[in-house]
């Protein structure tokens, strides 16, 4: 359009370069060590919290601070310019606190969603597969209604920070009296579903840690259900 003005403004500026001069300061001199021992710099979290890394576009609210999509792009474009791993942490973190905001109950909120954009909490989200990436439709990993719980059968691969998450949500073909193969989202809480995780050989990005998780009558309790049964996909 003529006469418009795509630029960044005066705020959009100065908190690029804030963000940018963090990174040089803080962040690169970590980046070697941290690849070398496959391990995210998880202290820098509360250093991130103030730019809106977590969880920045929720609204206050929730805890976030309503930041501007423009805004959030400078966010993770200066990470991924800095260092790659931080870029993909902050993105697996931010979906997962997206999906809770949206869509978990008040305790699922207070118990997962609060401490994990305070820092508290390490995290995964398991959608691709061994036989399925981008076909989320065609995923393989079962969960079925036993009553009280539902019992999870199935194997996620390249999950970021699966062998160090705390809890992750899960993509899974649900078989229950209401819902026929349709998919589910389930919250895994480590400290109550057993399953295997497992590192991913991967040519870089190694301080995410990238994972295989395996799930064998694996329980994860009905209160755990993430929305409705078979609106997964959707969600």
């Known amino acids: 359009v003529i ?3 795509f ?15 963090f990174m040089r300061e803080r962040v690169v001199p970590r980046i070697v060590e941290c690849e070398a021992r496959r391990e995210f710099a998880w202290d820098l979290l509360p250093e991130l919290q103030p730019f809106g890394y977590l969880g920045g576009l929720l609204p206050e609210s929730a805890g976030g601070v309503g930041m501007k999509h423009v805004d959030w ?16 942490m902050m993105n697996s973190l931010n979906i997962l606190a997206q999906l809770l905001h949206r869509h978990g109950t008040p305790e699922q909120q207070e118990r997962y969603l609060q401490p994990l954009i305070a820092g508290r909490l390490k995290h995964w989200v398991a959608i691709t597969e061994p036989n399925h990436g981008s076909n989320v439709a065609g995923i393989e990993t079962r969960a079925e209604d036993k009553g009280d719980y539902y ?35 389930f919250i895994v809480d480590r400290a109550q579903t057993n399953y295997e995780a497992r590192r991913a050989d991967a ?22 259900l993430l929305g ?5 996909l959707k969600t």
């Open 73 to 88: 792009a400078i966010l993770m474009e200066e990470a991924g310019y800095c260092w790659l791993s931080l870029r993909v």
């Open 7 to 21: 630029g960044f403004s005066h705020e959009q500026d100065t908190l690029r370069e804030s963000v940018r001069r």
């Open 3 to 5: 006469g418009m003005d």
């Open 228 to 232: 409705k049964e078979g609106e997964g």
């Open 203 to 224: 040519m870089f990005i190694h301080a995410t840690a990238t994972s295989q998780l395996t799930f064998s009558d694996a329980i994860v309790p009905k209160a755990n």
């Open 151 to 185: 019992w999870v059968n199935g194997s996620k691969l390249w999950i970021t920070n699966g062998v160090h998450g705390n809890f992750g949500v899960l993509v899974a073909r649900t078989f229950s009296p209401n819902c026929d193969g349709g998919l589910s989202l």
